[in-house]
């Protein structure tokens, strides 16, 4: 890790609590996003790959060399780098503990954050630039330059004002703004990294060992085979330490390199002013809105699933530093910093029910599962083809080599239906027929025999190595283990805990089970958090209410959280959005895109009690009065909303798009 060159450090003291600095040795996503732990499912691999082209082929404004994060120094002052075509990066040094006094031995030591700007379409001296929107995609262990780099464009889309090409541009135009992001710490691009594995390759071959779904948690051995396996991945994770980013990977530290970050945008905004003004202007003088306010910048921030943690953690910590927060797909803080792992599965169930009762309402033309008399008849079925995979596995030799379809293999398959249903869960049903078939010939299994079979190829050593699995448990366990207060996690309680998630869902519970087990092994803890609990309000009325956005049936994220949540942030108001999948943004909703739109536009919330239908349903299509023709401006923020609700550029393959104006 870097050592300190001067960086600049917080002067200003909380508005909640004690100075920052006398919260040394204080006692004090989330949903775990499932997918970052599926990386063996084909669905994930899209993903990953989009990343490798990003870092392979762009030739960083026509140089020979693709552009590498290397190649920027870590600075304390932020300065950007043109980089992967129209974005921006920067490497922004930010002390590693941020509640660290001189008299502590990492004092002076810095982590250096990787972080990504769109810039935004006006310049900065346009009456119209709205300033930055940080964004963050959740996880724990997300990557906020992937997510800019694959979705900035569309989330800006959404954000800015339509009216870009006024002639004579004043402030009434609306706003148009930056969308910036950055690899929190120990993430991808930002170093140190969490050090969990000592390759990808060894990473891969951890994930690949993993017991099938189908046999989670059949009986004692399974069991005992995972609580060693958590145990050794715990203790990997922390045996390394004393030297590196672990103890300061909490979500409050995030929480102050956020604060770094807009101060340092703030200053970076007056600065650029001034050089524009000086250039292309007689009058020097910045106007008072894009002057840097010192140790008072304010925050714009959308964050999704454990990205709610974050910003609530913000809200709190920082209640004054308010100006626009967005919280999508709401993860309850106290059952996140508590480790309760309680209150993610209570709506998981409800979306196969409403997938089958779409699929009924279609017909058979639309869905293949289709079954004449009811929705619970054609729900009956799907959980029948599923429950057969569990005794049955299905041979498919029409591939290269030999291979089994599994339980776990439609899980993953099953998984990502209920995540982005508008992208997959029409793929999903189209499998489901020939797996009740067991008909080994079918062209739809000899593909899916193959993706499976692509998982294996070894990555290289020399492949860089990205810590999804380490990053997703490891800032959790910091942000919930705490030596003086955790009880030892016996087999018996964990017994117990199945049971309750298994009431919760029968569909979920067996992967996300593995949460809960996920800290054995860990011996490091956090060295500093701050003492809230979000059971309660312990802070002051934030400076603007939050805009808190939750599905009716979420995978991980049950809408009654972000009422919760809304009631310990007074004046916030719960937009429910009618529809299935994690977060908004896992179904088009214009209605939901519009009252974003406005409130980060204008700051107006929407009407207490306001349901926003989504454009579209599984199988029925189209839902919208308008039949899903859109004028210009509808038409650019539909589109945004197509690229983020399929993310892995599924139906864009398969030339699906045909909502499109």
Known sequence: MEKNSGIYRHTYTQTQGPPRRKWVGRVAQSAVFLLLLLVISPWSIPGFSQLNDINNNNNNNNKDEPFQWSSIPPNPVLTYTPCFGIFQCARLSVPLNWNATEHDEEFSSTAALALIKVPARVPITDPRYGGPVLVNPGGPGESGVYQVLTDGEALQTILDSGNLESTFPTEDDGKFYDVVSFDPRGVNNTTPKLDCFSSAFQQQAWQLSMPDYGLLWDSERVIGLEWARAAALGASCSHNAGGGILPYANTAQTVEDMVHIIEQLGEWRAAEAARLLTTTTTNNIIPHHLQYQPGAEKL????????????????????????????????????????????????????????????????????????????????????????????????????DSPQILTYGDAHLHLLSGMYFPFATVDQFFHLLPALEARNTSAPVLAAMAARKQAALVPTPDTAPYISAMGAVQSISCMDSLDVSTTPEFTREAFTAYLAVLTSQSRWISPSWARNKIACQGYTTRAAWKPPLRFDVQQWANTSHPLLIVGNSHDTVTPLRNARRVASIFPGSVVLQQDSEGHCSHSTPSLCTARAIRRYMQTGQLPREGLVCQPDVRPFVGCIAETKCRFSSEEGKMWEALVTLADPFKLQEAEGLYTYRF
């Open 300 to 399: 714009q921030y959308w964050g999704f699933s454990y990205g709610t943690v974050i910003g609530a953690t913000f809200a709190a910590m920082h209640p004054d530093r308010v100006s626009r927060i967005v919280l999508d797909g709401v993860v309850d803080p106290a059952d996140h910093y508590a480790g309760g792992w309680y209150t993610q599965l209570q709506d998981a169930d409800s979306i196969i029910s409403k997938f089958c009762e779409y699929c009924h309402l279609a017909g058979p033309d639309a869905c293949p599962l289709y079954t004449g008399s009811s929705a619970s008849e054609v729900e009956a079925r799907f959980t029948s083809i599923l429950q057969s995979l569990k005794d049955n596995p299905i041979p498919v030799s029409h591939t």
